[in-house]
């Protein structure tokens, strides 16, 4: 009896002591509740700011419109640069439409934050088209005006000027200083579109003759 009253008494001490202790402190329960919902949140907002940042970070390369720049292509620049890259290229699509079916729409963007640099390469797929789009020049696009011209024209074509880019990009601009150099050499800096058949004739031939000079002088520099 006396043991069963002892085990009485120290259950009910101890129901006594959870009670006091529940007492002393009766927002515990609620703070730890608080803590948690907060972890959970500060969690899910960490989740969804990697997730903006992955969406966020695409290589301006990686389409299938980022190659096919030619002799035909069409520059464009001047609209509206605040929306999203699918924004902006179905804007273009859609006001270049009259012109004939376009073949390529490439808006080039910032990797790091996909906001487009404001300029963009279009193809169609006729020749046709080409004089119709460039009469597009000066139209208002969403409040903006455009400025349409021939993409060989434009720097643009040959390298893509203050551009971070990222580490899968950078091999599709690294040829572009090359490329502007090469143009400028033929073209003296825009001003002509081509040397004339027979200019380039008379290069081609003083380029061997140079050429066939320099082998004479080191043959003759051997043999003395």
């Given at each position: 009896m006396d043991q069963s009253k002892l085990k009485r008494c120290s259950a009910s001490s101890s129901s006594h002591a959870e009670a006091a202790a529940e007492?002393?402190?009766?927002?515990?329960?609620?703070?730890?509740?608080d803590y948690l919902e907060t972890e959970?949140?500060?969690?899910?907002?960490?989740?969804?700011?990697?997730?903006?940042t992955e969406k966020k970070k695409e290589c301006?390369?990686?389409?299938?419109?980022?190659?096919?720049?030619?002799?035909?292509?069409?520059f464009v620049t001047g609209f509206d640069n605040s929306g999203s890259r699918d924004e902006i290229r179905s804007a273009l699509a859609k006001h270049f439409?009259?012109?004939?079916?376009?073949?390529?729409?490439?808006?080039?963007?910032?990797?790091?934050?996909?906001?487009?640099?404001?300029?963009?390469?279009?193809?169609?797929?006729?020749?046709?088209?080409?004089?119709?789009?460039?009469?597009?020049?000066?139209?208002?696009?969403?409040?903006?005006?455009?400025?349409?011209?021939?993409?060989r024209l434009r720097d643009e074509y040959y390298a893509?000027?203050?551009?971070?880019?990222?580490?899968?990009?950078?091999?599709g601009y690294t040829a572009g200083p090359q490329r502007l150099y090469r143009w400028n050499l033929r073209t003296g800096g825009g001003k002509v579109r081509r040397f004339s058949p027979k200019f380039e004739e008379k290069c081609r031939r003083?380029?061997?003759?140079?050429?066939?000079?320099?082998?004479m002088n080191?043959?003759?520099?051997?043999?003395g």
């Open positions: 007492a002393t402190d009766p927002l515990q329960k609620e703070r730890e509740l959970v949140d500060s969690r899910k907002r960490q989740k969804q700011e990697e997730e903006t301006c390369f990686d389409t299938k419109d980022a190659k096919g720049n030619n002799e035909r292509t069409i439409s009259s012109c004939g079916e376009l073949t390529r729409v490439f808006v080039h963007i910032e990797c790091e934050t996909g906001v487009s640099r404001g300029y963009a390469f279009i193809n169609l797929k006729k020749r046709v088209g080409i004089e119709a789009a460039l009469s597009l020049n000066g139209s208002d696009l969403g409040g903006h005006k455009l400025l349409v011209t021939m993409a893509h000027f203050n551009f971070k880019g990222c580490e899968i990009c950078r091999a003083h380029h061997e003759e140079r050429m066939a000079s320099r082998k080191k043959s003759k520099t051997k043999e």
